[in-house]
């Protein structure tokens, strides 16, 4: 499909591997929620390999704060800049086509958001743009959590989408990082299947962690939850 139409903005997405797809919708959903009664227009949010710009877009819809783009790949961050522009939105998010390795912000984020690379050491496509995007070889787990130590201010809050293959290998690098995971959502397709995506919000604060569950459909519908998150972003919720 060569885009998805949301409510307030259309994402275009020809040029880029990572097509639009409900987890990251789901993902960008809660996290604009967790962040958009703390943000206001002179926090900063850091999107970390931005793709198609969804993530940004998303965020952008509920929140004022100046939003940072990232991305590797020149074609999709080109794209990105032309769905921005699109949802006339360019004022407010900016697109940097650069590694994540070759970044060095003048300032501490407010926010810094990320769906990295989900697969290590797995059995990879032909396709180099899918590479890039699916497998952590160009952004290992653990230099993506240090830079976040690096880069998150004091009071920041840092948002991960994963595997939920990969949630103890992630408790570990958090520790090694003295990073603290506040709030866990394990994802589930249906009450029947077991869960296959991890929200995890993270910051340099200590405290009880939360542990939820969010199912995405309950039978043929979607469950309350989802719409719940959705609905101000999907045209037909």
């Excluded at 890039?132 to 290992?140: F, G, I, M, Q, T």
């Excluded at 976040?148 to 408790?171: C, H, M, Q, Y």
């Excluded at 519908?221 to 989802?226: A, C, N």
Aim: proline share 3%; net charge negative; hydrophobic share 45%.
């Amino acid at each position: 499909m060569s885009h998805f139409k949301f409510k307030q903005f259309t994402v275009w997405q020809n040029h880029n591997a990572m097509k639009v797809c409900t987890d990251a919708c789901l993902f960008g959903a809660w996290a604009a929620d967790e962040l958009s009664e703390n943000l206001k227009a002179d926090n900063t949010i850091l999107d970390i390999g931005t793709g198609t710009g969804l993530l940004s877009l998303l965020l952008a819809q509920k929140i004022n704060a100046k939003i940072t783009a990232l991305e590797i790949n020149a074609a999709a961050a080109n794209e990105a800049a032309s769905n921005f522009a699109l949802a006339a939105k360019e004022n407010q998010i900016e697109i940097l086509n650069i590694a994540l390795q070759n970044y060095k912000p003048a300032f501490l984020f407010d926010a810094i958001i990320c769906n990295p690379p989900f697969f290590k050491q797995s059995l990879k496509s032909p396709d180099a743009n899918k590479n890039l995007v699916l497998h952590e070889d160009n952004l290992p787990l653990e230099y993506l959590l240090h830079f976040i130590n690096e880069n998150l201010s004091a009071s920041g809050t840092a948002f991960l989408l994963l595997p939920a293959s990969r949630k103890d290998e992630v408790e570990t690098l958090l520790k090694k990082e003295n990073l603290f995971l506040n709030r866990l959502v394990e994802v589930h397709q249906t009450p029947q299947h077991a869960a296959f995506r991890l929200f995890l919000k993270i910051s340099k604060e200590e405290g009880e962690m939360i542990l939820e569950k969010l199912i995405i459909k309950s039978g043929e519908e979607y469950t309350e939850e989802f719409v719940g998150y959705l609905k101000d972003y999907y045209l037909y919720l």
